[in-house]
């Protein structure tokens, strides 16, 4: 009889935006006539900018044609991708990236999570909490990360960085050294960001122990603060030390269309050195083939000189958003931070409530969904994460809502 891979069934039972959605499909259908507004999940709702549509269409009429029809994508990207991805994101800000450093994909979620595949099971991982839940639970599915405590929501064998306001929503070393650190900068959930010699502390730091950091750069569009880093790889030595991820789903509106990549480069080798980037590329050629044509078509029309300015509009819209929902919140007394260089904004839930009371109230008080900081990780506890990626015009009702309460 067959067995199971059994680290699936540590996996703590209640996932996080499954238990809102029930929260908040119970409160729907005993309060059909609320008009209940979502702040909380993190995806865009602009439709995909002009230039990135135009391009779709082409590479679509192209399929059609014997003569430009394309089967299997090259399994890394088509190097027209990668080239365009090392001359906007890298070159143009003085780093040095080589277009095969560069793997393209079908988003950072799953490289994210695929990426602990290449290392030992015996390493250590050091994540910020509150964490993007993905980190965690694909280290768990690999039984990297002991077993968990139900009272204190830990693992045994992680190394949880609290971030809190505190330490400025940023990581401190740990006392034990770890093998992977997990970074997210501009942070999901809790909108920080950390400045370049922050940064470049962790970049040495990793340098010294032999660790690698995997960063998450998913937000770095983002980014409207001078003197912050747009990828790790602007930190001296980061490229012995850093895998980089990057996705087209908050930056260009993506995340239907799927595509994302991850950079590891020729310089980050272990101890007895073997190049992480060859078993990337080895690990892509066995168990991905490739992004669509169509899409990394698409992808390419992102960094065309519309491309950038009508992107540049969207975010520029939902950071608007931000702005409201944080000037709107601190007006009224809260303790919010983020949503300067992410969309998020992180408050502290007001009178001492726990993130899901504070959740409950405002889902029946003011119909409004944001996530509970708690689910991100035990030091979320006491927070709530509210996103930008509303409509501008439900996220002045909502505003208001809450100005009401
Ligand atoms: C949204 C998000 C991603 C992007 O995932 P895709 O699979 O590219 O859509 C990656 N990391 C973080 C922290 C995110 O919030």
């Known amino acids: 009889m067959f067995k199971v891979n059994d680290n699936y069934l540590k996996l703590p039972g209640s996932y996080l935006f499954s238990t809102i959605a029930k929260k908040v499909n119970t409160y729907k259908s005993e309060h059909p006539d609320k008009q209940v507004i979502s702040l909380g999940i993190g995806d865009v709702t602009q439709p995909l900018a002009p230039a990135i549509i135009e391009r779709l269409h082409s590479a679509v009429d192209e399929m059609a044609d014997a003569k430009t029809f394309k089967g299997y994508a090259p399994d890394l990207g088509y190097e027209f991708l990668r080239t365009t991805i090392a001359e906007n994101d890298y070159a143009a800000r003085g780093v040095n990236i080589a277009a095969d450093e560069i793997f393209v994909s079908d988003g950072a979620k799953s490289d994210s ?123 001296e030595g980061a490229r012995s030390c850093a895998i980089e991820l990057r996705s087209f789903s908050k930056n260009a509106g993506f995340t239907g269309t799927r595509l994302g990549f991850t950079v590891i480069p020729k310089d980050l080798k272990s101890s007895d050195g073997v190049a992480l980037h060859s078993l990337w590329a080895r690990r892509h050629g066995t168990k991905f083939n490739g992004a669509p044509y169509i899409v990394q078509a698409a992808g390419a029309a992102v960094y065309s000189e519309e491309g950038k300015k009508q992107t540049a509009q969207q975010i520029a819209y939902y950071m608007n958003n931000a ?83």
Request: proline share 6%; glycine share 8%; net charge negative.
């Open 323 to 405: 702005k409201i929902i944080k000037e709107a919140l601190a007006e009224i007394g809260y303790t919010v931070s983020g949503g300067v260089n992410a969309p998020y904004i992180w408050l502290k839930t007001p009178n001492d409530m726990t993130s899901w009371e504070f959740f409950d109230y405002l889902l029946e008080n003011a119909n409004i969904v944001g996530t509970p900081g708690s689910g991100f990780g035990p030091s979320g506890e006491g927070y709530f994460r509210l996103t930008a990626f509303g409509s501008y015009e439900n996220t002045l009702t909502a505003v208001e809502r809450i100005k009401k309460l």
């Open 113 to 235: 999570a695929n990426i602990q595949e290449i290392f030992s099971l015996d390493n250590k991982i050091a994540v910020c909490d509150p964490v993007y839940p993905v980190y965690v639970d694909s280290n768990v599915m690999a039984g990297r990360t002991g077993t968990y405590d139900d009272t204190t929501g830990l693992w045994s064998d992680v190394i949880y960085m609290p971030c809190r306001a505190e330490n400025g929503f940023a990581p401190e070393f740990p006392k034990e050294n770890p093998d992977l650190i997990y970074l997210c900068f501009p942070n999901n959930p809790t909108g920080a960001m950390i400045s370049k010699a922050q940064l470049q502390e962790w970049v040495d730091y990793a340098n010294k122990i032999g660790a690698v950091i995997i960063y998450d750069a998913a937000y770095e569009a983002y980014i409207s603060e001078a003197d912050v880093p747009h990828t790790i790889y602007e930190c």
